[in-house]
T-cell receptor
């Protein structure tokens, strides 16, 4: 039973355009959400996070939106750059459970020059 | 080094053999996690260590899997009598305390292939 789902295994966008990566979750106890980026042969690195008390968090070219009623979050990258090409993982943490993150299966983003 | 260090980076073994994977977390990080990523799957939680507390082993898939953390620093993940379905990238991560900000720092992973 996947509690965090990334239904698009891959996404291609043109350089300079917006990339939108989507994530859905089923556990209503999740209260903190994160995005990680992973390059080949490297470990995932933290990108941006959002608490359930917010609906938007922005950091430079990266913005995460949270829609709690729909149990959906998205990561927007604008403008997209070739260096953004990587696998993006959505992750969630349940309230009262600081011990582990539940990850989605990832989306491979390719930004075409 | 400044980051999480894992060894070996690649391990090929025969079915039925035991393997040990090592993780050296970032100095000063009290929390240590093991995850694994099978082909086409997300990161699957295995085990969590926090200071001197009893580890959270709830993610270990079978009793063939075990992990230790000696002296609150280096951790070893042991897989006994390996099976082909154990083939995956095993990722170690560490964080300050119990992940107050949710941010984990990952190593590069150990790719295990069981023939």
């Amino acid at each position: 039973d996947q509690q965090v789902k990334q239904n698009s295994p891959s996404l291609s966008v043109q350089e300079g355009r917006i990339s939108i990566l989507n994530c859905d979750y089923t556990n209503s106890m999740f209260d903190y959400f994160l995005w990680y980026k992973k390059y080949p042969a490297e470990g995932p690195t933290f990108l941006i996070s959002i608490s359930s008390i917010k609906d938007k968090n922005e950091d430079g070219r990266f913005t995460v939106f949270l829609n709690k009623s729909a149990k959906h979050l998205s990561l927007h990258i604008v403008p997209s750059q070739p260096g953004d090409s990587a696998v993006y993982f959505c992750a969630a943490r349940a309230s009262g459970s600081a011990r582990q993150l539940t990850f989605g299966s990832g989306t491979q983003l390719t930004v075409l020059p | 080094g400044a980051g999480v260090s894992q060894s070996p980076s690649n391990k090929v073994t025969e079915k039925g053999k035991d393997v040990e994977l090592r993780c050296d977390p970032i100095s000063g990080h009290t929390a240590l996690y093991w995850y694994r990523q099978s082909l086409g799957q997300g990161l699957e939680f295995l085990i969590y260590f926090q200071g001197n507390s009893a580890p959270d082993k709830s993610g270990l898939p079978s009793d063939r899997f075990s992990a230790e953390r000696t002296g609150g620093s280096v951790s070893t993940l042991t897989i006994q009598r390996t099976q082909q379905e154990d083939s995956a990238v095993y990722l170690c991560a560490s964080s300050l305390a119990a992940m107050n900000t949710g941010e984990l720092f990952f190593g590069e992973g150990s790719r295990l292939t069981v023939l």
